[in-house]
């Protein structure tokens, strides 16, 4: 079975394990590793993972040009396991300048993670960033949903996505992270919102899971393993434990993100 895992974050040796200790804390949910990029090769090849999409959010502007460096670096050693997606933050000076340095480093979108960045996704600052995204033809992968903060409620990124059509959207976490109904009554409706598995089925029943998938619509769900938070073995084995067709499941695992990214994925992953 050909499996793509379009959310996982790295980290560079050095800084991975106090990294993965302040997002543990943050959700206060035991983290499976320290997120470097051989424990994530290893782990996803023993879930049968043929391609990772690595990313990691700045949470300051000058962090953006160093993280998107050394995501750009794990794509060139291991272009046949890993597509990386960069970052941006509204506190990034040359933010043009970026915008033309991911693309010219062979990055494929852009990820942001409105709580940890303390950004609202729909505010003026933001807006002026992710036209310039669009128009760069950069998706956005979007941390979407916590009950406990407003900057990434599913109501802000309906507002990004009606006022910027041309902008592709993956809500990660089935579009609201702990607030999963929620975010299926806001996002639903609109076209150029896709979204993620990812830290989703570990707090779902399957059948609520398969419920909330049917509803988005299948052919608009991607599978993400949001590694180090969880192993990926474990989510592949609750993905497959859901009560989808082998068809849905297929369609979710690798079919539905080939056909997003188009030549993007690599000819032979894996």
């Not at 040009?65 to 040359?94: A, C, W």
């Not at 915008?99 to 990820?111: E, Q």
């Not at 702990?178 to 609109?190: D, R």
């Not at 695992?253 to 030549?263: A, C, I, K, V």
Request: charged letters at 20%.
């Amino acid at each position: 079975m050909h499996i793509i895992d379009i959310h996982a974050h790295i980290y560079p040796d050095s800084i991975a394990a106090k990294a993965t200790r302040a997002i543990g804390a943050f959700y206060q949910i035991p983290m499976s590793s320290t997120g470097t990029a051989d424990t994530l090769l290893k782990w996803g090849e023993e879930a049968g993972i043929a391609l990772h999409v690595i990313h990691s959010a700045a949470v300051t502007g000058e962090q953006v040009p160093v993280i998107n460096r050394f995501i750009s670096s794990q794509v060139s050693l291991k272009p046949n396991n890993f597509i990386g997606f960069g970052t941006l933050h509204i506190d990034y000076e040359y933010m043009e300048e970026e915008l033309t340095k991911i693309k010219s480093m062979g990055l494929r979108g852009i990820k942001m993670h409105p709580d940890f960045q303390h950004i609202y996704p729909d505010d003026s600052a933001c807006l002026r960033l992710l036209h310039r995204m669009a128009g760069h033809n950069l998706p956005l992968l979007v941390h979407t949903g916590d009950s406990r903060y407003a900057y990434s409620a599913p109501e802000r990124i309906a507002r990004v996505a009606d006022t910027i059509p041309n902008l592709q959207i993956i809500c990660a976490h089935l579009g609201g992270w702990s607030v999963w109904e929620e975010g299926y009554k806001v996002l639903q409706p609109y076209k150029n919102i896709w979204l993620d598995t990812s830290s989703s089925l570990y707090a779902l029943t399957a059948e609520k899971a398969a419920d909330i998938i049917r509803q988005y619509g299948v052919d608009r769900i991607f599978f993400g393993t949001d590694y180090p938070m969880w192993h990926p073995v474990e989510e592949v084995r609750r993905f497959l434990a859901l009560p989808l067709s082998e068809t849905e499941k297929m369609m979710i695992l690798s079919e539905n993100f080939t056909r997003f990214m188009g030549s993007a994925i690599p000819a032979k992953p894996g």
